[in-house]
């Protein structure tokens, strides 16, 4: 039996996350669960799963959660410290990371050095100390598996392959709700707008970061760690259905997908149980009911934040951690209203162009250039605002 610590539980992939494993039966067992505000629905989650330990963001929620689920046997910790020590938990077999956004590195990094199995959700990790988290798989006794359905479907297309016959990755990209929208109304794209995915039910900040492709953009910068391949190797090709996961494409011309309903909990259970398969009885798929696969190349000057992430991989060092964390402050503020859809990608551009990164880039030097990038963009955004 595998026990499995939960790293945002409550969200869209930890939700997924705890119905595979309800479908797997005996072999999976939750050991810990940690959300961050959503108390209520952790406290069902707990009753439901019965973990031993539970996190959550601060103390007034650890004592929200103690009140409503009394003493049965379950301990409760809060703060961000508690995360990594989910994270490294001697008990712990497999650490989902479903986190959002920066907070996540730190439980990657944490859990890899304790030779956990890592199922990462939280690509926010990856794209904004890669250089750390693969050193950190390379010395780990576990192994880290993407969550993500287009990395998910790299890794099952590499299965027994050479690496050096890899021709180049080839993402699939759904273009999000404004694939067709002319990019002179995104100026008045709303977040409603925004936040209704065409395929794929997730969380606010992926969902935005969809609608703008910066999703895509740290999808690529995700692959070129993961997968050890220079960026001129990896391209993104719109695919409006989402039923190609993402393709790789070998010297010899030929190119292997993975194809399944976009149903994250697909990834999720290959994440688990990889390398093995377990029966699923989650997803029907037919391809004759979808009936045609399109494919298109995607347009960079209307979706500037994917031509933005990829300029900052060519840059390199800290560039792809400085435009994580702009991106984090521009959407969070466009999801509160401070600032327009199009304020976006330009937010994200103008601190690649104020940025300088350091030579070294240790964990000290990550979470410095992520605060500053942080506190740099709130300051665009106040004066934006004047
Ligand atoms: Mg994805």
Known sequence: ??????????GSIGRSTLDV????GDEFRVISLAARSQIDRLVDQARDFSPVRLAVANPESERDVRSL??????????????????????????VVNALVGAVGLRATLAALEAGKIVALANKESIVM????????????????????????AVLQCLRGEDPTQVKQLLLTASGGPFLRRPIDSFASIT???????????MGPKITIDSATLMNKGLEVIEAHY???????????VVHPQSIVHSMVEFVDGSIKAQLSQPDMRVPIQYALTYPDRFQADFVSFDLSQIGSLEFEEPDI????????????LDQGNGYPTALNAANEIAVEAFLEKRIRFDQIAKLNESVLTAFN??????????????????????????SINK
């Open 21 to 24: 494993i309800k479908q797997l």
């Open 191 to 201: 977040p409603e707008e925004a936040l209704k995915h065409p395929n794929w039910e």
């Open 226 to 236: 993961l997968f050890d391949l220079p960026p001129e190797k990896i391209k993104v």
């Open 129 to 152: 100390a890669g250089v750390l988290v693969m050193q950190a798989v390379a010395e780990s006794e576990g192994w880290l598996v993407p969550i993500d359905s287009e990395h998910s």
């Open 1 to 10: 039996m595998k026990n499995v610590a939960i790293l945002g539980s409550t």
């Open 301 to 312: 000057e209307k979706f500037k934040c994917l031509k933005l992430a990829c300029q900052s």
């Open 357 to 382: 990164s350091p030579d070294s880039f240790d964990l000290d030097a990550v979470l410095q250039v992520d605060d500053w990038a942080r506190q740099w963009c709130r300051e665009q955004i106040k």
């Open 69 to 94: 689920l009394g003493e049965n046997g379950c301990d409760i910790f809060s703060g961000t410290e508690a995360l990594v020590e989910l994270a490294k938990d001697p008990d712990a077999d497999i």
